[in-house]
């Protein structure tokens, strides 16, 4: 559904895309991460036309985002990270404006608005102002914003920063109502685990460059030859700790009392090893497994060393 | 263009700008400054004229003045954040996603800045009723004044608007339309003079008026001032700035209507995000 060839994107001399490819297919849920600066917006301003790439072809729904600008509007939906909303309009009126703008005729638009406010548990907000809404209201009515005209194709630029928490599981809530509708959802973050149960594959891409890209599972162990680990245990932490930080194919342990986190660059004979040293130093274990819930892990893990 | 009601960024922007308290001020200051001024010239002329009868020409010369000063302050202000606050306001992107051509925005945009700029003439117009009740005035001149503000109206419209299509932030956009509508308005005048005083020294045929030259004629049919003055018949500067020909109207309304076209067409280019000028 969204592919993009060697796309490349500099200002002036900055490259801020370098080489790109993505390859996303219907109806798959695809996180896009990397830390701020790395060029998501970029990349999802380029697939929405709303930017002109330097070199390199991107295709949304099989139509070429330079070429043919118009098709490419008409199946997807674009939520900028910062947009803002109009004064002095009701969140119906709000919505009803775009949906005229997509030219959706007059009659469809008071249903199809009720429709969408339902899906982002506003239809208590109809008649409220936008601009007096809050900003979980004023995101979740910007997705809202982007559905009026049913595209296939959904492209969510960090739906969830300034959330609270609540408001980013409620985001959450909703985008999995849209997964289990079969759309193709680009959403991008610099928070990890805001994605981790959501996506389908993950992109990861710093300094312009993507640098995996895959499933979950995929990018954390494939790519690098890295897993990160966890070790819990019941006594004898200093020991515990002494041969971690010891061991060569041990990085960055992180020491939390009785838990230890760790990346770990050895192959599996040799994290058997590992748990036997561990037990011969009559450290008591109780856990000793691949870390996989936590996504920020896989993202040092991945980046680690990238653009040094 | 479309419907014009069913056009979703007119009825939009109709709905913002009538919503707020903002525009009912701006409307009722604008007919009190007309209005004071009005009233206050009238107690002028009856201070130092006992005869009133046939001073609706002088009358009509100050509030044609005083329109016009409100026209060149208000309408350029209007259209130079039409696109620039979409911008600031961080809605332009979205728009530029819908199926609203970036066209159809710059003339929705135009439309709906013009359109308050006719209310507050529309509202003033009883205001030139009082005219009538001196005298002295032709019906004619009303309506070729009345032309005469649509055109500019228009002009400082589109102005306003390619300014703030070219131009990211509407305070900078805002001063940059107003410089470009001083030119026009100021800047052709100073150039017409000077040109003026260089003919004059130069050519010693004393049969010839500046006027003659169909150069200065055309920059004299430019210039708003001037042809204002001439459509209402006053010649404040002096005999030589008089044009001779039947037809300067026309030259101004047509130079005007051409360069907010090509102003318009150039805004609407400028606001295409991704260009392909070779095609469509
Ligand atoms: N208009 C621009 N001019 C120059 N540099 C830009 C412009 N827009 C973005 N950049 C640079 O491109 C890089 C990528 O930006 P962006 O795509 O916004 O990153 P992200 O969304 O991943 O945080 C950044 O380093 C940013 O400074
Ligand atoms: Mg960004």
Redesign the pocket.
């Known amino acids: 559904m969204i592919q993009t060839h060697d796309l490349t994107k500099r200002y002036g001399k900055f490259e801020a895309l370098n080489s790109v490819n993505l390859s996303i297919e219907k109806g798959k849920v695809y996180g896009f991460i990397g830390p701020?600066g790395a060029g998501?917006?970029t990349t999802m301003m380029i697939l929405s036309t709303l930017l002109s790439a330097s070199s390199g072809k991107a295709y949304v729904g099989g139509y070429d985002v330079e070429k043919e600008p118009k098709d490419v509007r008409h199946i997807l939906g674009y939520m900028p990270?910062f947009f803002g909303v109009y004064d002095n309009l009701k969140a119906t009126e709000y919505l009803d404006f775009y949906a005229s703008a997509y030219n959706i005729p007059q009659k469809n638009r008071s249903a199809l608005i009720a429709d969408l406010l339902e899906l982002v548990n506003l239809s208590n907000k109809a008649d409220s102002y936008v601009d007096h809404l809050s900003r979980g209201m004023k995101q979740r009515l910007g997705l809202a914003r982007c559905l009026v005209h049913s595209p296939e194709v959904l492209i969510l630029?960090?739906p969830a920063s300034g959330l609270d928490p609540r408001a980013r599981i409620e985001m959450r809530e909703i985008l999995k109502k849209l997964q289990g509708l079969g759309k193709t959802i680009l959403i991008?973050s610099h928070i990890l685990p805001e994605l981790a149960e959501l996506c389908d594959e993950i992109g990861v891409i710093e300094k312009g460059r993507l640098i995996a890209s895959g499933s979950v599972p995929e990018v954390s162990v494939d790519t690098r030859g890295i897993s990160i680990m966890q070790v819990k245990v019941i006594g004898r932490e200093e020991v515990a700790e002494q041969i971690l930080s010891s061991d060569p194919l041990v990085r960055r342990v992180d020491n939390k009392g009785n838990h230890f986190r760790f990346h770990y660059i050895g192959s599996p004979e040799e994290k058997v090893y590992l748990l036997q040293k561990l037990i011969a130093a009559e450290v008591p274990v109780t856990h000793f497994a691949d870390s996989q819930e936590n996504l920020e892990d896989v993202f040092l893990a991945i980046t680690e060393g990238v653009g040094n | 263009m479309g419907n014009f009601f069913t056009n979703p960024l007119i009825s939009k922007e109709l709905r913002e700008r009538f919503r707020t308290p903002k525009t009912s001020w701006t409307v009722g200051l604008y007919l009190f400054v007309c209005g004071a001024i009005i009233i206050g010239f009238m107690k002028i002329i009856a201070n130092e004229q006992t005869d009133l009868l046939g001073s609706g020409d002088r009358l009509l010369v100050i509030m044609a003045a005083v329109h016009y000063a409100l026209i060149c302050f208000i309408a350029p202000a209007l259209a130079a954040g039409a696109i620039s606050g979409e911008r600031e306001r961080q809605t332009l992107n979205i728009l530029l996603t819908t199926h609203l051509s970036p066209r159809r925005i710059v003339l929705s945009k135009m439309l709906t800045s013009i359109l308050f700029m006719f209310l507050l003439l529309i509202a003033s117009m009883p205001l030139y009723s009082f005219i009538f009740l001196y005298g002295g005035v032709a019906p004619m001149q009303l309506v070729k004044l009345f032309l005469f503000f649509t055109v500019n109206i228009i002009f400082f419209g589109s102005l306003g608007i390619f300014c703030s299509t070219w131009i990211k932030r509407t305070s900078i956009s805002t001063i940059t339309a107003y410089g470009i509508g001083f030119f026009f308005v100021v800047g052709t005048g100073v150039i017409l003079f000077f040109l003026m005083n260089f003919i004059t020294y130069w050519i010693t045929d004393t049969r010839m008026t500046p006027m003659d030259y169909p150069i200065l004629e055309w920059i004299a049919s430019i210039n708003p001032c001037i042809v204002g003055l001439n459509i209402l018949e006053k010649n404040l500067m002096g005999e030589s700035w008089t044009i001779f020909s039947q037809y300067y109207w026309i030259i101004f309304t047509a130079f005007y209507l051409v360069l907010s076209v090509i102003l318009l067409c150039l805004a609407a280019y400028i606001l295409k995000p991704v260009r392909r000028p070779w095609s469509e």
């Open positions: 701020n998501k917006t990270d630029d960090e991008s």
